[in-house]
Protein backbone atom coordinates (compact mmCIF):
# COMPACT_ATOMS: atom_id res chain seq x y z
CA UNK A 1 0.00 0.00 0.00
CA UNK A 2 2.60 2.51 0.84
CA UNK A 3 5.04 0.65 -1.23
CA UNK A 4 7.36 -0.21 2.07
CA UNK A 5 9.95 -3.57 1.21
CA UNK A 6 11.98 -3.60 4.55
CA UNK A 7 11.29 -2.01 7.57
CA UNK A 8 13.81 0.49 9.09
CA UNK A 9 15.74 0.05 12.02
CA UNK A 10 13.09 2.57 14.24
CA UNK A 11 10.62 0.14 12.73
CA UNK A 12 12.04 -3.24 13.76
CA UNK A 13 12.32 -1.82 17.01
CA UNK A 14 9.52 0.07 17.87
CA UNK A 15 7.12 -1.81 16.54
CA UNK A 16 6.91 -5.49 18.01
CA UNK A 17 6.83 -3.26 21.50
CA UNK A 18 3.64 -1.29 20.39
CA UNK A 19 1.92 -3.79 19.61
CA UNK A 20 2.68 -5.44 22.71
CA UNK A 21 0.74 -2.63 24.36
CA UNK A 22 4.51 -1.22 26.01
CA UNK A 23 5.15 2.85 26.28
CA UNK A 24 8.09 3.62 24.23
CA UNK A 25 11.24 6.22 24.76
CA UNK A 26 12.42 6.63 21.17
CA UNK A 27 15.47 8.22 20.09
CA UNK A 28 15.15 8.71 16.66
CA UNK A 29 15.74 11.57 13.89
CA UNK A 30 13.32 12.68 11.12
CA UNK A 31 13.59 10.83 7.66
CA UNK A 32 13.93 7.25 9.64
CA UNK A 33 10.35 6.15 9.13
CA UNK A 34 9.85 7.28 12.35
CA UNK A 35 5.57 8.21 12.11
CA UNK A 36 5.21 4.08 10.48
CA UNK A 37 7.13 3.13 13.35
CA UNK A 38 3.92 3.96 15.61
CA UNK A 39 1.26 4.49 12.85
CA UNK A 40 0.90 0.83 11.78
CA UNK A 41 0.57 -0.36 14.84
CA UNK A 42 -1.82 1.94 16.73
CA UNK A 43 -3.99 1.48 13.44
CA UNK A 44 -3.77 -2.26 14.00
CA UNK A 45 -4.69 -1.43 17.49
CA UNK A 46 -7.35 0.20 16.39
CA UNK A 47 -8.72 -2.45 13.42
CA UNK A 48 -8.48 -5.21 15.84
CA UNK A 49 -11.72 -3.43 18.26
CA UNK A 50 -14.99 -5.19 16.95
CA UNK A 51 -17.21 -2.79 15.11
CA UNK A 52 -19.52 -2.14 17.55
CA UNK A 53 -16.73 -0.93 19.80
CA UNK A 54 -15.51 1.39 16.88
CA UNK A 55 -19.10 3.10 17.06
CA UNK A 56 -19.33 3.30 20.41
CA UNK A 57 -16.26 5.26 20.45
CA UNK A 58 -16.89 7.27 17.89
CA UNK A 59 -20.02 8.65 19.58
CA UNK A 60 -18.17 9.57 22.03
CA UNK A 61 -14.73 10.30 21.53
CA UNK A 62 -11.31 9.74 19.52
CA UNK A 63 -9.15 6.55 21.15
CA UNK A 64 -5.27 7.62 19.35
CA UNK A 65 -4.12 11.34 19.64
CA UNK A 66 -0.65 12.25 18.32
CA UNK A 67 0.97 15.71 19.08
CA UNK A 68 3.25 17.40 16.95
CA UNK A 69 5.26 20.90 17.45
CA UNK A 70 4.08 22.11 13.54
CA UNK A 71 1.88 22.17 11.27
CA UNK A 72 4.40 20.97 8.79
CA UNK A 73 4.48 17.76 10.73
CA UNK A 74 1.09 17.58 11.33
CA UNK A 75 -0.01 17.57 7.96
CA UNK A 76 2.60 15.11 7.33
CA UNK A 77 2.15 12.69 9.60
CA UNK A 78 -1.97 12.82 8.75
CA UNK A 79 -0.96 11.82 5.16
CA UNK A 80 0.60 9.03 6.62
CA UNK A 81 -2.11 7.96 8.53
CA UNK A 82 -4.36 8.29 5.58
CA UNK A 83 -2.16 6.01 3.01
CA UNK A 84 -1.76 3.06 6.01
CA UNK A 85 -5.68 3.42 6.62
CA UNK A 86 -6.52 3.47 3.36
CA UNK A 87 -9.17 1.08 2.38
CA UNK A 88 -10.40 0.61 5.96
CA UNK A 89 -13.41 2.65 7.87
CA UNK A 90 -11.11 4.44 10.22
CA UNK A 91 -11.09 7.93 10.53
CA UNK A 92 -8.65 11.17 11.03
CA UNK A 93 -8.07 14.50 11.35
CA UNK A 94 -5.74 17.18 11.30
CA UNK A 95 -6.04 20.26 13.44
CA UNK A 96 -3.51 23.22 14.09
CA UNK A 97 -3.73 26.86 14.20
CA UNK A 98 -3.54 29.39 11.55
CA UNK A 99 -6.86 28.24 10.06
CA UNK A 100 -10.74 28.57 11.15
CA UNK A 101 -11.61 26.38 14.16
CA UNK A 102 -15.22 25.84 12.61
CA UNK A 103 -14.32 23.14 9.72
CA UNK A 104 -12.60 21.45 12.31
CA UNK A 105 -15.54 21.58 15.31
CA UNK A 106 -17.49 20.11 12.73
CA UNK A 107 -15.05 17.48 11.29
CA UNK A 108 -14.66 16.50 14.94
CA UNK A 109 -18.40 16.21 15.48
CA UNK A 110 -19.15 13.71 12.72
CA UNK A 111 -16.26 11.63 14.72
CA UNK A 112 -13.05 10.76 14.17
CA UNK A 113 -10.36 8.39 15.29
CA UNK A 114 -7.45 9.15 15.11
CA UNK A 115 -6.38 12.92 16.07
CA UNK A 116 -3.14 14.79 15.05
CA UNK A 117 -2.55 18.18 16.58
CA UNK A 118 -0.30 20.88 17.65
CA UNK A 119 -0.85 21.43 21.69
CA UNK A 120 -2.36 24.47 21.23
CA UNK A 121 -5.29 24.38 18.50
CA UNK A 122 -5.97 20.91 20.61
CA UNK A 123 -6.32 22.95 23.81
CA UNK A 124 -8.28 25.83 22.08
CA UNK A 125 -10.67 22.82 20.98
CA UNK A 126 -10.96 21.48 24.18
CA UNK A 127 -12.00 24.49 25.91
CA UNK A 128 -14.93 25.35 23.76
CA UNK A 129 -15.99 20.97 24.31
CA UNK A 130 -15.37 20.36 20.90
CA UNK A 131 -13.03 17.29 21.44
CA UNK A 132 -13.14 15.15 24.60
CA UNK A 133 -9.94 13.06 25.61
CA UNK A 134 -11.55 10.82 27.90
CA UNK A 135 -11.41 7.77 25.29
CA UNK A 136 -7.70 7.84 24.31
CA UNK A 137 -6.21 4.86 24.65
CA UNK A 138 -3.23 5.87 22.49
CA UNK A 139 -0.50 9.19 23.39
CA UNK A 140 2.21 9.82 20.50
CA UNK A 141 4.44 12.66 21.36
CA UNK A 142 6.30 13.28 18.22
CA UNK A 143 9.87 15.56 18.36
CA UNK A 144 9.31 15.72 22.03
CA UNK A 145 12.44 17.49 22.30
CA UNK A 146 11.31 20.50 19.59
CA UNK A 147 7.99 21.08 21.04
CA UNK A 148 10.07 21.88 24.67
CA UNK A 149 11.98 23.88 22.71
CA UNK A 150 8.93 25.83 21.27
CA UNK A 151 7.54 26.31 24.94
CA UNK A 152 4.73 23.87 24.94
CA UNK A 153 5.85 21.82 28.04
CA UNK A 154 2.86 23.03 29.88
CA UNK A 155 0.49 22.91 26.89
CA UNK A 156 1.75 19.09 27.11
CA UNK A 157 0.68 18.79 30.44
CA UNK A 158 -2.64 20.54 30.40
CA UNK A 159 -3.58 17.98 27.71
CA UNK A 160 -2.60 14.67 29.06
CA UNK A 161 -4.07 15.32 32.66
CA UNK A 162 -7.09 15.36 30.32
CA UNK A 163 -6.19 12.03 29.14
CA UNK A 164 -7.04 9.07 30.95
CA UNK A 165 -4.26 6.89 33.03
CA UNK A 166 -4.76 3.34 31.23
CA UNK A 167 -3.19 4.23 28.24
CA UNK A 168 -0.40 3.50 25.91
CA UNK A 169 2.06 6.66 25.93
CA UNK A 170 4.92 6.44 22.99
CA UNK A 171 7.13 9.62 23.13
CA UNK A 172 9.76 9.96 20.28
CA UNK A 173 12.39 12.88 20.24
CA UNK A 174 15.57 13.10 18.00
CA UNK A 175 17.63 13.91 21.36
CA UNK A 176 17.29 12.79 24.96
CA UNK A 177 18.39 15.76 27.27
CA UNK A 178 17.12 15.65 30.76
CA UNK A 179 14.18 17.41 30.33
CA UNK A 180 12.89 14.61 28.05
CA UNK A 181 14.34 11.92 30.47
CA UNK A 182 11.51 14.10 33.23
CA UNK A 183 8.49 14.28 30.69
CA UNK A 184 8.85 10.32 30.18
CA UNK A 185 9.26 9.58 33.67
CA UNK A 186 6.37 11.88 34.03
CA UNK A 187 3.80 10.23 31.36
CA UNK A 188 5.54 7.07 30.18
CA UNK A 189 5.07 3.84 32.50
CA UNK A 190 7.91 1.58 32.68
CA UNK A 191 8.91 2.66 28.88
CA UNK A 192 10.90 0.69 26.95
CA UNK A 193 13.72 2.80 25.24
CA UNK A 194 14.32 2.38 21.80
CA UNK A 195 17.83 4.47 20.19
CA UNK A 196 18.19 4.30 16.55
CA UNK A 197 20.37 6.79 14.33
CA UNK A 198 20.44 9.65 16.72
CA UNK A 199 21.10 13.41 16.99
CA UNK A 200 24.67 13.01 16.69
CA UNK A 201 24.72 10.63 13.34
CA UNK A 202 23.99 12.16 9.97
CA UNK A 203 22.95 9.40 6.53
CA UNK A 204 25.52 8.25 5.06
CA UNK A 205 23.51 8.92 1.56
CA UNK A 206 24.32 12.57 2.27
CA UNK A 207 27.29 14.10 0.82
CA UNK A 208 28.44 16.84 3.08
CA UNK A 209 30.91 19.90 2.11
CA UNK A 210 31.49 23.61 3.18
CA UNK A 211 32.43 26.26 1.44
CA UNK A 212 34.21 29.44 3.64
CA UNK A 213 33.47 32.45 2.54
CA UNK A 214 33.48 36.67 3.20
CA UNK A 215 29.67 36.97 4.32
CA UNK A 216 28.88 40.00 2.14
CA UNK A 217 29.61 37.37 -1.06
CA UNK A 218 28.11 34.56 0.26
CA UNK A 219 24.99 35.31 -2.14
CA UNK A 220 27.75 35.21 -5.29
CA UNK A 221 28.60 31.57 -4.40
CA UNK A 222 25.00 30.65 -4.02
CA UNK A 223 23.89 31.94 -7.51
CA UNK A 224 26.90 29.75 -8.67
CA UNK A 225 26.01 26.89 -6.85
CA UNK A 226 22.40 27.28 -7.83
CA UNK A 227 23.20 27.49 -11.31
CA UNK A 228 24.98 24.35 -11.47
CA UNK A 229 23.76 20.85 -12.96
CA UNK A 230 22.03 18.35 -10.93
CA UNK A 231 19.92 20.77 -8.92
CA UNK A 232 16.87 19.41 -9.15
CA UNK A 233 14.98 21.05 -5.66
CA UNK A 234 16.85 22.39 -2.96
CA UNK A 235 15.78 24.03 0.14
CA UNK A 236 18.23 27.22 1.66
CA UNK A 237 18.29 27.66 5.01
CA UNK A 238 18.92 31.03 6.54
CA UNK A 239 18.85 32.16 10.64
CA UNK A 240 16.47 34.62 10.12
CA UNK A 241 12.42 35.54 8.65
CA UNK A 242 13.88 38.47 7.23
CA UNK A 243 16.59 36.87 5.96
CA UNK A 244 15.02 34.47 4.10
CA UNK A 245 12.48 37.17 2.35
CA UNK A 246 15.77 39.34 1.52
CA UNK A 247 17.78 35.59 0.03
CA UNK A 248 14.49 34.97 -1.99
CA UNK A 249 14.07 38.34 -3.50
CA UNK A 250 17.75 38.52 -4.18
CA UNK A 251 17.73 35.31 -6.32
CA UNK A 252 14.57 35.96 -8.00
CA UNK A 253 16.45 39.40 -9.53
CA UNK A 254 19.00 37.19 -10.52
CA UNK A 255 17.10 34.91 -12.42
CA UNK A 256 16.77 32.11 -9.69
CA UNK A 257 13.26 32.04 -9.18
CA UNK A 258 12.36 31.40 -5.07
CA UNK A 259 9.66 31.44 -2.02
CA UNK A 260 10.69 32.08 1.37
CA UNK A 261 8.63 30.23 3.59
CA UNK A 262 8.71 30.85 7.41
CA UNK A 263 6.49 31.33 10.69
CA UNK A 264 5.18 34.73 9.35
CA UNK A 265 3.40 33.05 6.24
CA UNK A 266 0.07 32.45 6.37
CA UNK A 267 -0.99 28.90 6.66
CA UNK A 268 -2.07 28.73 2.93
CA UNK A 269 1.02 30.43 1.39
CA UNK A 270 3.19 27.63 3.38
CA UNK A 271 1.14 24.95 1.97
CA UNK A 272 0.85 26.33 -1.56
CA UNK A 273 4.56 26.88 -1.48
CA UNK A 274 5.42 23.32 0.06
CA UNK A 275 2.90 21.83 -2.68
CA UNK A 276 5.14 23.34 -5.39
CA UNK A 277 8.36 22.42 -4.29
CA UNK A 278 6.79 18.57 -4.22
CA UNK A 279 5.70 18.62 -7.13
CA UNK A 280 8.35 20.28 -9.00
CA UNK A 281 6.46 23.76 -10.03
CA UNK A 282 8.92 25.32 -7.42
CA UNK A 283 12.95 24.99 -7.31
CA UNK A 284 14.14 26.97 -4.73
CA UNK A 285 12.92 27.79 -1.26
CA UNK A 286 14.35 29.50 1.26
CA UNK A 287 13.62 28.50 4.57
CA UNK A 288 13.97 29.10 8.53
CA UNK A 289 14.32 26.11 11.03
CA UNK A 290 10.48 26.04 10.72
CA UNK A 291 11.05 23.59 8.17
CA UNK A 292 14.15 21.87 9.67
CA UNK A 293 11.79 19.57 10.87
CA UNK A 294 8.59 17.29 9.69
CA UNK A 295 8.99 18.41 6.24
CA UNK A 296 8.83 15.72 3.62
CA UNK A 297 10.02 16.23 -0.04
CA UNK A 298 10.71 13.48 -1.63
CA UNK A 299 13.41 13.64 -4.20
CA UNK A 300 14.80 17.03 -2.36
CA UNK A 301 18.31 17.04 -3.88
CA UNK A 302 20.10 19.70 -2.25
CA UNK A 303 20.27 21.39 1.21
CA UNK A 304 21.91 24.10 1.31
CA UNK A 305 23.04 26.22 4.80
CA UNK A 306 22.98 29.73 3.93
CA UNK A 307 23.47 30.66 7.30
CA UNK A 308 25.35 27.62 9.72
CA UNK A 309 22.94 27.12 12.93
CA UNK A 310 24.20 28.04 16.14
CA UNK A 311 22.89 25.06 17.43
CA UNK A 312 24.49 21.84 16.20
CA UNK A 313 21.66 19.66 16.53
CA UNK A 314 19.63 21.91 14.09
CA UNK A 315 22.36 21.05 11.49
CA UNK A 316 21.83 17.60 11.40
CA UNK A 317 18.05 18.36 11.18
CA UNK A 318 18.39 20.68 8.44
CA UNK A 319 20.39 18.21 6.05
CA UNK A 320 17.75 15.71 7.01
CA UNK A 321 15.54 16.88 4.69
CA UNK A 322 17.44 15.23 1.91
CA UNK A 323 18.30 11.52 1.48
CA UNK A 324 15.42 10.42 3.08
CA UNK A 325 14.45 6.89 2.80
CA UNK A 326 18.15 5.87 1.64
CA UNK A 327 17.92 8.65 -0.96
CA UNK A 328 21.16 10.20 -2.02
CA UNK A 329 21.73 13.93 -1.69
CA UNK A 330 24.29 16.83 -0.89
CA UNK A 331 24.42 18.93 1.80
CA UNK A 332 26.10 22.33 1.08
CA UNK A 333 26.91 24.82 3.79
CA UNK A 334 28.54 28.62 3.58
CA UNK A 335 30.63 29.66 6.34
CA UNK A 336 31.89 32.81 7.05
CA UNK A 337 34.53 33.53 9.33
CA UNK A 338 32.57 34.32 12.36
CA UNK A 339 30.60 31.38 11.61
CA UNK A 340 33.57 29.20 12.45
CA UNK A 341 33.05 28.17 15.83
CA UNK A 342 29.41 26.84 15.17
CA UNK A 343 31.33 24.53 12.66
CA UNK A 344 33.66 23.46 14.84
CA UNK A 345 30.64 22.64 16.96
CA UNK A 346 28.71 20.88 13.93
CA UNK A 347 31.81 18.61 13.59
CA UNK A 348 32.34 17.88 16.55
CA UNK A 349 28.62 16.79 17.63
CA UNK A 350 28.14 14.68 14.15
CA UNK A 351 31.99 13.42 14.94
CA UNK A 352 32.19 14.21 11.17
CA UNK A 353 34.65 16.45 9.31
CA UNK A 354 32.80 18.38 6.54
CA UNK A 355 34.44 17.95 3.05
CA UNK A 356 36.41 21.77 2.27
CA UNK A 357 35.38 23.15 -0.99
CA UNK A 358 36.93 26.28 -2.57
CA UNK A 359 35.32 28.85 -4.47
CA UNK A 360 37.63 28.98 -6.89
CA UNK A 361 36.33 25.25 -8.30
CA UNK A 362 33.23 27.63 -9.46
CA UNK A 363 35.81 30.48 -11.36
CA UNK A 364 35.13 32.88 -8.23
CA UNK A 365 37.74 34.06 -5.56
CA UNK A 366 35.79 34.58 -2.70
CA UNK A 367 37.60 33.19 0.57
CA UNK A 368 37.02 33.95 3.84
CA UNK A 369 40.15 35.98 5.11
CA UNK A 370 42.85 34.27 3.88
CA UNK A 371 41.13 31.46 3.22
CA UNK A 372 43.22 29.35 5.90
CA UNK A 373 41.15 26.91 7.89
CA UNK A 374 43.33 27.03 10.89
CA UNK A 375 43.33 30.75 11.33
CA UNK A 376 42.59 31.56 15.04
CA UNK A 377 41.12 35.37 15.26
CA UNK A 378 43.29 37.70 16.94
CA UNK A 379 42.91 37.70 20.61
CA UNK A 380 42.05 41.43 21.89
CA UNK A 381 44.68 43.89 23.12
CA UNK A 382 44.73 43.94 27.09
CA UNK A 383 43.62 47.40 28.25
CA UNK A 384 46.61 50.08 29.70
CA UNK A 385 47.72 49.56 32.88
CA UNK A 386 46.14 52.14 35.46
CA UNK A 387 48.19 55.58 35.44
CA UNK A 388 50.36 56.09 38.96
CA UNK A 389 48.07 57.87 41.27
CA UNK A 390 50.21 61.02 41.41
CA UNK A 391 49.93 61.24 37.25
CA UNK A 392 45.73 60.57 37.94
CA UNK A 393 45.21 63.34 40.22
CA UNK A 394 47.47 65.67 38.08
CA UNK A 395 45.62 64.70 35.19
CA UNK A 396 42.37 65.69 36.88
CA UNK A 397 43.15 69.05 38.18
CA UNK A 398 44.47 70.09 34.48
CA UNK A 399 41.05 68.60 33.39
CA UNK A 400 39.10 70.32 35.79
CA UNK A 401 40.90 73.37 35.09
CA UNK A 402 40.25 73.06 31.25
CA UNK A 403 36.25 72.43 32.09
CA UNK A 404 36.15 75.77 34.29
CA UNK A 405 38.03 77.75 31.40
CA UNK A 406 35.73 76.43 29.31
CA UNK A 407 32.75 77.32 31.69
CA UNK A 408 34.14 80.83 31.64
CA UNK A 409 34.26 81.35 27.34
CA UNK A 410 31.13 79.45 26.66
CA UNK A 411 28.77 80.65 29.67
CA UNK A 412 28.31 77.00 30.93
CA UNK A 413 27.15 77.07 34.34
CA UNK A 414 29.86 75.23 36.16
CA UNK A 415 28.64 75.28 40.14
CA UNK A 416 31.84 77.86 40.79
CA UNK A 417 30.35 80.42 37.77
CA UNK A 418 26.73 79.87 39.34
CA UNK A 419 27.43 80.94 42.66
CA UNK A 420 30.19 83.83 41.55
CA UNK A 421 27.53 85.63 39.11
CA UNK A 422 24.71 85.29 42.02
CA UNK A 423 26.25 87.09 44.39
CA UNK A 424 26.84 89.95 41.94
CA UNK A 425 24.42 90.19 40.30
CA UNK A 426 21.87 93.02 41.85
CA UNK A 427 18.64 92.22 43.28
CA UNK A 428 15.29 93.62 40.80
CA UNK A 429 12.61 94.59 42.58
CA UNK A 430 9.02 92.29 41.35
CA UNK A 431 6.04 94.37 40.32
CA UNK A 432 3.32 94.37 43.14
CA UNK A 433 0.95 92.64 42.13
CA UNK A 434 -1.98 94.29 40.31
Do not use: W
Not at 152 to 157: M, Q
Not at 361 to 367: F, K, P, S
Not at 390 to 395: V, W
Request: net charge positive; glycine share 8%.
Amino acid sequence: MAGYEQPTPIQQAAIPLVLHGRDVLGCAQTGTGKTAAFALPILTHLLRDDGRARGKQRRNGLRALVLAPTRELAAQIGDNFGAYARGSDLRHLVVFGGVGKEPQIRALRRGVDVLIATPGRLLDLMSVGAVSLRNVQHVVLDEADRMLDMGFIHDIKRVMADVPDRRQTLLFSATIPPEIEQLAAQFLYKPQRVAVDPVSSTCEPIEQSVYFVEQPRKTDLLVEILKGRGIDRAIIFTRTKHGANRLARKLTKRDIPAEAIHGDKSQGARERTLAGLRSGDVRVVVATDLASRGLDVKGLSHVVNFDLPNEPESYVHRIGRTGRAGESGIAVSLCSETERPYLQDIEKLTKRRLVRRSAAELGLDLEAGAASEARVPAKPKPAPASPEPAKSSERARRVGRRARGAGRSTGAATPEARRHRARKRPKTKQPSPS
